[in-house]
């Protein structure tokens, strides 16, 4: 089994949309969506879930107000202002646990958190696993090796050729904890001068971690020399550049009727990521 981690410096350079439209023509590969603040893999996919679990994480303060003495001291102590009137704001707590150190009548409790819920489910292309964060949770690096390791499970017991994961954006705890171990990588970058410098900063990570790596272009004939620019880029850090990728209203088009590019057309853009994909599977054998 080989495992493909998408991923891309910046949001929006359409990482998404090529990850799903290589579940299409990977035929039945196991799919993980690890950008999981930010998940929406399931948007053109409609995965229908088979498993739903918890994800708790972290802890944050709890104070018993029938035990409280209102002796004011944890408020003192919290770095975070999440204390007020002897009550913690679960979203301002950063759970360091001082308050519970120090509390002089034991009277803050240190619960686990409910972080998000992760999902194994099927799709159309073939099983996915997924997940969601709450709002202001934290540990989605947590989250994140948690769905590749369900997702590697199950491509494993079904002996499956590949595991393709769609990695969050950035170069953070979420994305390392995305491509460790995996593979390769194939980052998606823009003709852009942000789109330049976050692929600069996304391959420092890739080549950090010894990970191979290619790069694709989207919407490349928007400026040519920038891509020139890009693909000269990756080259200086070893990547290799496996596909050029042409603005497509058809890709539009395809979202919102909720499929990937290749299943829902046959123009330029989509011939090119068919190319793109097979381009992915010889250099990865």
Known sequence: MKELVIISGKGGTGKTSITASFAALAEYAVLADCDVDAADLHLVLSPTIQQRETFTSGHAAEIRSADCTQCGLCETLCRFDAISDFKVDPLACEG?????????????????????????????CGEMVHAHMNPGAENSGKLVSLVRQEARKIAEKQNSKYLLVDGPPGIGCPVIASITGADAVLVVSEPTLS??????????????????????????????????????????????PVGRIPYDSAVTTAQINARALVED?????????????????????
């Open 265 to 285: 057309s046959n123009g330029r853009a989509a011939k090119s990521v068919r190319k793109t994909w097979e381009a992915v599977c010889s250099t990865m054998q």
């Open 195 to 240: 789109g330049e410098h976050d692929l600069k900063r996304v391959l420092q990570l890739t080549d950090h971690f010894k990970i191979p790596a290619m790069i694709c272009i989207n919407k490349w004939d928007v400026n040519p020399i920038m891509t020139e620019r890009i693909e000269t880029l990756a080259r200086e850090f070893g990547a290799i």
């Open 96 to 124: 360091c646990g001082a308050c519970v150190e120090f509390c002089p009548v034991n009277a803050i409790d240190f619960p686990e958190q409910d972080c998000g819920e992760w999902f194994a489910s099927t799709t159309r």
